[in-house]
Nanobody, 127 residues
Framework: EVQLVESGGGLVQAGGSLRLSCAAKGISFDDYGIAWFRQAPGKQREGVSCITRNHGSTYYADSVKGRFTISSDNAKNTMYLQMNKLNSEDTAVYYC????????????????????WGRGTQVTVSS
């Protein structure tokens, strides 16, 4: 069974930083496109960032561009989302995902077409 497990969420003050981690079991991230999504209360799930299968190209939603960084560590089979300058709009449950292709988009909208998903980790930004 493939498992993706997020960690690193929590409560942080506006302007602060968090780094989310996603550890994989049963697959190697080196063989997959990887992504982070988030879902705020009352809102649709939205794409945050993704890396293509060869990890050569990255995409960031406009709302996080310049503040968030997606990365992976093949040795640890773990992906990360470094989040800086957090604000209240970043409050959401964050999900990691992996797919053999990954990073598919229509314009600026990341498609929810991923084979594997984590269960999410809560990020709450306080004022």
């Amino acid at each position: 069974e493939v498992q993706l497990v997020e960690s690193g969420g929590g409560l942080v003050q506006a302007g602060g930083s968090l780094r989310l981690s996603c550890a994989a079991k049963g697959i190697s991230f080196d063989d997959y496109g990887i992504a982070w999504f988030r879902q705020a209360p009352g809102k649709q799930r939205e794409g945050v960032s993704c890396i293509t299968r060869n990890h050569g190209s990255t995409y960031y939603a406009d709302s996080v561009k310049g503040r968030f960084t997606i990365s992976s560590d093949n040795a640890k089979n773990t992906m990360y989302l470094q989040m800086n300058k957090l604000n209240s709009e970043d409050t959401a449950v964050y999900y990691c995902a992996a797919d053999p292709e990954g990073c598919r988009r229509i314009g600026d909208t990341m498609l929810l077409l991923y084979d594997y998903w984590g269960r999410g980790t809560q990020v709450t930004v306080s004022s």
